[in-house]
């Protein structure tokens, strides 16, 4: 896709994975809508691309764990933009301890940031992606989502939620034009880490992981073949089936 004018609407984008995500497409020239809940880190970053050549970027407060907040985000930036290219769901927490003493609210809000504010901004996102047949969803995951860690059941139940949906949602969308990456970071030096534990190993660079998401390489082979599997046994879930009597 070419980024240069393109509409990129990042959540959790005040710092981070998220805020280098917002430099590597202001660097490229892309139009950014960029959400979280402090606004005075968002308005710095936003300065940020407009110096690095973002030709427009506009700031909103953003709680993705609220589902109206979430929805309503995503209709504020296709209001003003009247479409969206590429979305980012980068907005996300963890939490590391022993699981029967995690407390129960943090349970409840990493669920509903990681996941739930996940699913809420992409519903959002879809309809209008699927009409204009064209899109990019990049769901920020975690190696954690492929292979769990100790002391972090619940974030490592919440990414890999986040690599299911987004597998089922590429195959759904095979063939709209509508394409779903997952981005799989590692240990990434964030301020991910200031209230849980250090991580073991290395830390990579933030930028490393943003330029993943700005040079993506789309794969989804097998998504593709499960979704024309499902359609040819459900031609109904199918985005625009054929009629009836080209079905036979
Ligand atoms: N750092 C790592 O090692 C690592 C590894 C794998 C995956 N990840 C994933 O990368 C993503 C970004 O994390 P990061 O490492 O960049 O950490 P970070 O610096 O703490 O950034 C997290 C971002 O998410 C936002 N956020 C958190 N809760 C939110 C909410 N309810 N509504 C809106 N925004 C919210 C934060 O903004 P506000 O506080 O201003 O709302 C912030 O911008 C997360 O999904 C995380 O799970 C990180």
Redesign the pocket.
């Known amino acids: 896709m070419r980024l240069k004018g393109a509409v990129v609407v990042i959540?959790?984008?005040?710092?981070?994975?998220?805020?280098a995500a917002a430099l590597a497409f202001a660097r490229r020239r892309a139009n950014l809508v960029l959400?979280?809940?402090?606004v005075d880190?968002?308005n710095a970053v936003a300065q940020k691309c407009r110096d690095k050549g973002a030709p427009e970027v506009t700031v909103r407060r953003?709680?993705?764990?609220q589902r109206v907040e979430a929805r309503a985000f995503v209709a504020a930036a296709l209001r003003d933009h009247e479409r969206i290219d590429v979305l980012v769901n980068?907005?996300?927490?963890?939490w590391m301890g022993r699981m029967h003493e995690m407390p129960e609210d943090k349970i409840d809000e990493l669920i509903a940031?990681?996941v739930k504010?996940v699913i809420a901004t992409t519903q959002a996102a879809m309809p209008s992606m699927v009409q204009r047949r064209r899109g990019v969803i990049i769901n920020?995951?975690?190696?954690?989502g492929f292979r769990a860690a100790p002391y972090s059941a619940v974030y490592s139940a919440t990414?890999h939620a986040v690599v299911g949906f987004s597998h089922a949602l590429r195959g759904e969308l095979s063939g709209t034009g509508v394409k779903v990456c997952v981005v799989y970071?590692?240990?990434?030096e964030?301020?991910?880490?200031?209230e849980t534990e250090a991580?073991i190993g290395p830390?990579y660079p933030?930028w490393w992981v943003a330029n993943a998401m700005a040079e993506p390489v789309f794969g989804g082979l097998l998504d593709h073949a499960l979704g024309e599997a499902r359609r040819m046994k459900s031609p109904h879930v199918g985005a625009s089936p054929p009629p009836a009597d080209e079905r036979a």
């Open positions: 959540t959790g984008a005040s710092s981070g994975i998220g805020e959400g979280a809940r402090r880190a968002l953003l709680d993705v764990s980068n907005a996300g927490l963890g940031t990681n504010g920020v995951a975690s190696v954690l990414k970071p590692a240990s990434t964030t301020g991910f880490f200031a991580p830390q933030a």
